[in-house]
Each structure stands twice: as C-alpha cells, then as structure tokens.
C-alpha cells in the first residue's frame, strides 16, 4: 500500500510575520514528519499548480482576473482583515490547491491508495468570488470537483474537522447532490455559518450535514458523533472518494478557539475516516491541511494522520488531554439524527 505525501518548499513564501496563518506551520509539519521517521515511508510527490481551467471549477471568473491582478501590484492586497494577498501569492495559492490536485491523480491513477496533502495557505473559507478568513482558492473543493470532472466519479465526500465552519466549501456545493459535506465545528463563532438548519438547498437537500458544538468539546464528543452521525450519512452516501479538510484547531492548546480535542482525539478520528475509507470506496482518501495554529498540535497531528494512513497503528501525543468534563453531545445528536432521518 502507498501513500502519497503531497507538499511544495514554496507554500512558505506566501507569509506575513505575526499572522496566525504563518509558515511556520507548515515547517512544523515537515520536521515533525522527518523526526518521525516517516518521511521514507511516504511516497513524496510535488504539488503541481492547478490551471485557470480548474479554478473555473469553483471560482468566479471576475476572482480569478483578481488573482492574475495582484501579482501586478506592489503593496498587500487585503480581502478583509484577516486575509492578505502578497503579489507572489496567487502563485503560492495555486500550488496549495494543486497539491490536492496532485493528490486525486497519485490515486485515481493507482500510484497511491491514500495521501496527505501539507500545504498553505489553507482554502475552506475562500468564497466562489473572493478569498476569506486566510484562504485564497478553495483547495479540497477544486480538488472534488477536479476529481468528478477528470475522472468521472459520481459521489464525493468532504469531511471538515477543523475548528471553523468550512462556509466557502458549503456554498459551492450547496445546491449539489453529487458532494456529502460534512462540518463539525465550533459554534456559534467565526464564520458565523453552519446552523444545524443549514442542510442544502433544491437538489442538494441533505447533502450538507452540519454538527455546530457549544465550546468545550472534546475527544468523547467528536467519537460519538463519527460514530453516531458520520458513519450513517457515509454509509447511506456511498462515497467514491473522502476529501478530508484537516484543522487542528479544535485541539485543546489552540490559541484561536476553545474545544477540548486531544491529539490522540485526533488520531481516533483519523484512523475512523480511513476506516470508513477502506469500507467504502477502496481506501481512496486525501488529507488536506487546513487551520490548526499550536505549531505542535498542528505538526504533530498531521504526523499521526499519516501514521493513520500507512496503518501503523501509532500516535504521538507529547501534549495529553485538558482535565475536564464535556459538555452532553447526545441532544444535539438527537436533533442532527432528526433532521437527517438517520
């Protein structure tokens, strides 16, 4: 079996120093990736940049004029207050989406049963029409629709573990029958989106499936809602492919939001999606980072998601668990079984 590990040595570039959203992120993925000895174990493939054709597949044809415009200016271009554009990064945005690109193709083609994607700047709050909350392209969703359009495939399924509801992915998928998204995250907080109401529209009706969680939360909670929730709506769906939108800052020690999830939290949840994976569309799932700004949490939960896709059963977790008890997460089960007739 193997996997591909997807990145590129210029998603630093695309930088601003004291943005939560730094390279330093990334760099932590990386050692933490060679102190653990994984490195050899990954079949490593350069992201590639994807083309205009492809960012067509999500985005406005006016943000993409936008996108070829900043490179022509001198100063920062800013899309609201937490998001900036450098001139270079378009192009650094362009490879972050096209690592996930590069990962359906390493699987589509049988070159790798699974990937981890490791790129910046992150993608699942940028807008069909504009870039948001540190996001420029919509990574994981040009990469399900690239895989739809390039190879056929009826049914893709988009997890979001990060912290922050995934809006920008919600809305280009909305209306769309042919893409599951599922979102667990913080709520109410920013974006301010992801009701549990908030479950499509025409045709996508229930194609969005939601699970807004009061703060505090943690690896109890998130278990039972994969067990509870996600594995009925993957088993009804039928996915041929799992996108995962990988945050880690529902992790305890991050500095933006305030859940409970430890890392071996996280590794459970991983090593459930691969799971679910194996069951149900060959092993076909991609990783893509998203947020996540404790650089050890982020560096060192990517690690265990790649320990979860070579199967080798570890976890690393330097940080332990925040004492506590959770909140009760089976009335919101209760309503989200409800409403999608599970």
């Keep these: 079996m193997t996997t591909a590990y ?17 390279a330093g992120r990334l760099r932590s993925i990386w050692q933490k990736l060679e ?5 050899s174990q990954l079949h490593l493939i350069e992201a590639q940049p994807v083309t205009d054709e492809m960012i ?9 004029n936008m996108l070829k ?23 650094i945005a362009r490879l972050s989406a096209g690592g ?3 990962a359906v193709d390493a699987i589509m083609s049988g070159r790798a049963v699974n990937a981890l994607v490791a790129v910046r700047p992150p993608g699942h709050h940028a807008l069909p029409e504009r870039g948001m909350g540190f996001c420029l392209l919509g990574n994981v969703p040009i990469g399900a629709r690239y895989a739809q359009q390039h190879y056929g495939l009826q049914r893709v399924m988009i997890v979001d573990f990060d912290v922050h509801h995934g ?25 301010g989106t992801g009701g549990l109401n908030e479950t499509g529209t025409g045709k996508g009706a229930g ?6 969680l009061a703060q505090g939360h ?6 039972a809602i994969y067990e509870d929730v996600l594995w009925p709506a993957a088993q009804r769906f039928q996915p041929e492919l799992i996108i995962v939108s990988a945050g880690f800052d529902a992790h305890w020690t991050d500095p933006l939001a305030m859940m409970r999830l430890s890392l071996t939290g996280y590794a459970q949840l991983s090593y459930e999606l691969v799971k679910m994976a194996d069951q149900l569309c060959g092993g076909k799932i991609i990783f893509a980072l998203e947020g996540g700004y404790d650089l050890n949490a982020v560096g060192y939960g990517m690690r265990n998601v790649a320990h979860a896709l070579l199967k080798d059963d570890e976890v690393d977790d330097p940080l332990g668990l925040r004492q506590g008890i959770e909140p009760d997460i089976m009335p919101l089960l209760d309503r989200v079984r409800r409403i999608h007739k599970f």
Excluded: K
């Design 207 to 212: 194609y969005t499936l939601n699970i807004p």
């Design 69 to 91: 415009w900043i490179p022509t200016q001198e100063h920062i271009v800013q899309f609201d207050p937490d998001t900036y554009a450098l001139p270079v990064s378009p192009e």
């Design 56 to 64: 067509r597949l999500v985005h406005t044809e006016d943000y993409l």
């Design 100 to 102: 996930v690109v590069t």
């Design 6 to 22: 997807i990145t590129h040595s210029r998603c630093v570039e695309h930088n601003i120093q004291g943005h939560p959203e730094h």
């Design 167 to 191: 809006n920008g992915t919600q809305d280009m998928f909305y209306d769309d029958p042919s893409v599951l998204f599922v979102s667990t995250h913080q709520f109410p907080f920013y974006p």
């Design 35 to 39: 102190a653990g000895g994984l490195i």
């Design 218 to 223: 943690g690896d109890v909670s998130y278990l």
